[in-house]
């Protein structure tokens, strides 16, 4: 089962250029997440899902956007990188219901030069 | 609002000591879970346990103990005769049940087992 997978692995921008973190889920969850770690920090949410079509704002949301028009795919837009947004990035997807467990793909390390 | 403390920032041991990581939460939901996740070194989350707001039973797997406290909303984790692979960041979340979904996480705690 390949889970989450995000794409890519590691990306480094220059200030003010725009890119597109992928994620995609193929365990059919309604939710999904992206969370930013900064170093020694915890997770910060981002944004949210809970299914095709709705999305949310999380904690973090300036400078993002996402879309989720499918179960599978909730993209992650990064408008106008600023170094402030250098941080390794996670999705993650969960079954509906407060017992389910986060599934995290392996993070987008991102640099912001 | 949801808040998940995790007071250690580091802690380092040597092998076969046995180490207590501590969370402490705060919730006005009245169903909750809380989760522990691990991060080794390589980066990736990976889910240990969860126990749910009702059920205060401590479990054991292995060398790994949890202690969930209701009454000082806690949720401690405990590995015994800890080993080098144990190193890792551990975090401690909390997910409420009328939260859409959305886990709460502490810092972390990064633990160092050295040989």
């Known amino acids: 089962n390949a889970g989450v997978t995000q794409t890519p692995k590691f990306r480094i921008l220059k200030i003010g250029q725009s890119m597109t973190l992928q994620c995609t889920q193929d365990?059919?969850?309604?939710?999904m997440y992206w969370y930013r770690q900064d170093p020694g920090m915890g997770l910060k949410l981002i944004y949210y899902?809970?299914?095709?079509?709705?999305?949310d704002k999380g904690e973090v949301p300036n400078g993002y956007n996402v879309s989720r028009s499918t179960t599978e795919d909730f993209p992650l837009r990064l408008e106008l990188a600023a170094p402030s947004q250098t941080s390794v990035y996670f999705c993650?997807?969960?079954?509906?219901?407060?017992?389910?467990?986060?599934?995290f793909g392996n993070g987008t390390r991102l640099t912001v030069t | 609002a949801q808040k998940v403390t995790q007071a250690q920032t580091e802690i380092s041991v040597v092998e076969k000591e046995d180490v207590t990581l501590d969370c402490v939460y705060e919730?006005?939901?009245?169903?909750?879970?809380l989760f522990w996740y691990k991060q080794p070194p390589s980066g990736e989350l990976v889910f240990l346990i969860r126990?749910?707001?009702?059920?205060?039973q401590n479990e054991i797997s292995g060398r790994y103990s949890w202690n969930f406290q209701k009454s000082t909303s806690s949720f401690n984790f405990t590995i015994t005769a800890s080993q080098v692979v144990d190193s890792a960041v551990y975090f401690c979340a909390l997910k409420g049940g009328t939260n859409a979904g959305k886990s709460t996480f502490g810092d972390g705690t990064t633990l160092t087992v050295k040989p």
């Open positions: 899902s809970v299914g095709a079509g709705i999305t």
């Open positions: 126990r749910n707001s009702f059920d205060e």
């Open positions: 919730t006005r939901d009245t169903t909750y879970y």
């Open positions: 993650a997807s969960t079954q509906q219901g407060v017992n389910s467990p986060l599934h």
């Open positions: 365990m059919n969850h309604n939710y």
